[in-house]
């Protein structure tokens, strides 16, 4: 099986991750250490297992480099959705809702669609296929001990999430061989961080343990409680593709605000396939490739799966992935796919310049959000462009030539 391209970056560039002496060129994390062996044992960490574990480790300098290669901000969305609702993905999350008894009651329990737990964990895991491929993982301790001794604004998250890791074994959840994830430190089926499998790990299977690594029953279970903690509501769709009028106002489309059902259709928007939801239900309109794309309406759910991961491209695909499982079509609007892809520093170009211009954009960081989508919109509304906040080579070209 393919994995799908949320792996790809997961699971960054693989590199030798054993303990011992450092390549020449990697940077030692050997100065930062002992502070951090002294914040675990703070948090309550038995002084012994955090000297066991941290003392010795060497920086993993894949983990440093994939930080900017997040394939759910840096690809199209179209790109992304290819990749993780393929054919194969398709197949493969049909024989796993077939085969995986625990789902009905995991449903029944928590109240989130079975068909969107498996999207999840298709997208995360390849239904947990490489979670014992060693090309793929690494040890969660290096990952985090390297992403918090680099420096970055982040370091106190990284922190949080080692001594987190720590915990984990401190509890006896799991063995140090065991306690592997992606570059950034997510864990297990469903890519839980160590901060939120101590929040939410469920043990589900009756073993005694939450092992969200070998137990597909309790990495699902899990995320169903996570899911219900972000606000998922039982019963509820996550919205759906919808048809726009011809003339629509794409300012309407800001992502933001709240509309009925009722009140969407009355300004000619209607579904492209099954009904999204009753009348008085509420839903935000998005176009996350502007007027030449598909456009959607988003229920509550769909929120809640951005607290999962906050990239648009990641929820879409996890909403449409459990759609296609469930046996519903494509989408019937195409993407823009002749359009060529912005850079990282061609989008920080549209960003400074909005910001220039008096657009606020929410910080100039390379990633096209709802913040710089609204100063996009707001710019073309002043151009006369169709508003859509839709970032391409075009508007890039526009900026570039003035007001």
């Not at 998250?157 to 994830?181: F, N, Q, Y």
């Not at 606000?231 to 300012?251: I, K, N, Q, T």
Request: charged content about 20%; some cysteine.
């Amino acid at each position: 099986m393919r994995v799908p391209i949320a792996l790809l970056w997961l699971f960054a560039a693989p590199a030798a991750f054993a303990q011992g002496s450092p390549a020449p060129e990697e940077p030692s994390p050997a100065a930062c250490l002992p502070g951090l062996i002294a914040r675990a044992k703070e948090q309550g960490v038995t002084p012994a297992l955090a000297e066991a574990q941290l003392a010795g480790l060497t920086a993993d300098p894949d983990v440093a480099a994939a930080t900017g290669r997040q394939a759910e901000f840096e690809k199209p969305v179209w790109a992304y959705l290819d990749s993780a609702v393929s054919d194969e993905a398709v197949s493969d999350g049909k024989t796993k809702l077939a085969s995986e008894a625990s789902l009905p009651a995991i449903e029944a329990a928590y109240g989130v669609d079975r068909h969107v737990l498996v999207a999840i964990w298709g997208i995360e895991s390849g239904y947990g296929s490489v979670l014992d491929d060693p090309r793929k993982v690494r040890p969660v301790l290096r990952s985090l001990a390297t992403l918090a001794c680099t420096g970055d604004k982040r370091v106190a998250t990284w922190t949080a999430e080692l001594v987190a890791a720590l915990r984990i074994l401190d509890l006896g959840r799991t063995t140090p061989d065991r306690l592997t994830g992606s570059w950034a430190g997510a864990m297990g089926h469903t890519q839980f961080m160590p901060t939120t499998y101590l929040r939410h790990a469920l043990d589900f299977d009756g073993d005694g343990r939450a092992d969200i690594w070998t137990s597909a029953p309790d990495a699902l279970a899990s995320t169903a409680q996570y899911l219900r903690s972000l606000g998922w509501r039982p019963g509820e769709g996550w919205g759906g593709e919808v048809l726009l009028p011809a003339g629509f106002d794409y300012r309407l489309a800001d992502e933001t605000t709240t509309r009925t059902l009722a009140e969407w259709r009355a300004l000619g928007i209607a579904p492209a396939g099954r009904a999204i939801g009753a009348d008085t239900d509420t839903a935000r309109l998005a176009l996350p490739a502007g007027a030449r794309g598909p456009a959607f309406l988003l229920r509550p759910n769909f929120q809640a799966l951005l607290g999962y991961n906050a990239a648009f491209s990641y929820a879409l695909a996890v909403a449409h992935l459990s759609d296609r499982l469930r046996g519903e079509p494509g989408f019937v609007q195409g993407w823009p796919r002749g359009d060529r892809p912005l850079g990282t520093d061609e989008r920080r170009e549209i960003q400074a310049s909005l910001e220039a211009k008096g657009h606020p954009v929410g910080g100039v960081d390379g990633r096209i959000g709802p913040k710089t989508r609204a100063a996009i919109r707001a710019y073309q509304a002043g151009v006369g462009l169709v508003p859509d906040g839709y970032a391409d080579a075009s508007l890039l070209d526009r900026l570039r030539a003035g007001p």
